[in-house]
């Protein structure tokens, strides 16, 4: 019995509120590793139309910096995604079946069939990270800047004009969520930015109903609504987290990415 299993024992009776399975639990729960080497998986994001998890690496002793893998969850092929430079976040417009790749010279779209990336005319920027909904959020590169990409045009997040944000996610409800090194903001319907709480965050991510979470590199929380916040589970070294179709976490330590399988028989 590995170390992850034993702490996910150690849990016992906790259940999952705010999901489709209110009485999912993690009692027999199973970890499942689905890749393993990979330095600092990061930026983790599922396509759930076709069940496919992407996710970036730091590359050592190479001219580029960061690569973008592709992993289809259906049968373990995987494989790395070419033309794209300095590969590092993934989002997914669900609706409109587009994965977002970005680089470090702008953002991609993936092409499902020669498992490539082609550059879109969005934006020249290094991309830290992007989260899709209705439009498509990004922060960029060292600026610490958030923009959104709305109608063909891209322009700095309004309601964050005045504030750094290195992560950005967003609500059902509009509600527009942030971190940077201070901690956890909302910028919510009253239009003022308010302090949620000083978590050291490295991964926004939403479940297929558009419930947000994040981790930290030692929990799991979700977001309830507004500054409200749950922690799911606490694991050991969590480098980024991801959420498939089922519900099931998805997470990076530091040198791979493991599925945390959900015992759902108590579910009705
Ligand atoms: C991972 O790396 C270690 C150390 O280099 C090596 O022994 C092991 O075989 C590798 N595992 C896989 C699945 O590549
Ligand atoms: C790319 O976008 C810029 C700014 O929106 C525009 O001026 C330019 O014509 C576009 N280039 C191409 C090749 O579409
Ligand atoms: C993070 O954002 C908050 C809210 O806008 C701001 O008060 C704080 O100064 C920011 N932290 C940094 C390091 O810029
Ligand atoms: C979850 O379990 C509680 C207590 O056993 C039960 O009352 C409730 O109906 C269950 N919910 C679902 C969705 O099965």
């Not at 300095?86 to 069939?113: H, M, P």
């Not at 929380?221 to 998805?250: C, F, M, P, R, W």
Request: hydrophobic share 35%; net charge negative; glycine share 6%.
């Amino acid at each position: 019995m590995n170390l992850f299993f034993y702490i996910v024992l150690l849990t016992l009776g906790q259940t999952l509120g705010n999901r489709n399975c209110e009485n999912a639990s993690f009692k027999n729960s199973e970890i499942e590793t689905l890749a393993i080497n990979f330095t600092m998986p990061y930026q983790l994001a599922v396509d759930p139309n076709t069940n496919t998890l992407f996710f970036s690496y730091s590359l050592q002793n190479s001219e580029e910096s960061f690569k973008i893998v592709y992993l289809d969850l259906n049968n373990q092929k995987r494989g790395e995604v070419t033309g794209i430079s300095g590969g590092f976040a993934q989002t997914v417009d669900v609706k409109n079946r587009v994965v977002y790749l970005g680089g470090s010279d702008g953002i991609y779209q993936f092409d499902y069939e020669t498992k490539s990336a082609n550059r879109l005319n969005i934006t020249k920027n290094s991309i830290w990270q992007m989260f899709f909904k209705e439009y498509l959020y990004y922060t960029i590169s060292l600026n610490e800047e958030a923009y959104v990409y709305k109608d063909g045009v891209a322009a700095k997040v309004k309601q964050l004009e005045n504030t750094r944000a290195s992560l950005i996610a967003v609500d059902n409800n509009h509600n527009i969520y942030f971190a940077n090194s201070s901690g956890l903001y909302v910028n919510d319907n009253d239009n003022a930015i308010k302090h949620i709480g000083d978590y050291i965050i490295n991964g926004f991510t939403s479940d297929i109903n558009g419930n947000i979470f994040f981790s930290t590199l030692d929990k799991i929380y979700s977001i309830i609504s507004g500054t409200s916040v749950k922690q799911i589970i606490e694991l050991n070294d969590i480098h980024g987290l991801a959420i498939d179709a089922k519900g099931n976490y998805i997470y990076s330590t530091y040198n791979t990415v493991k599925r945390l399988k959900l015992d759902v028989t108590n579910c009705s």
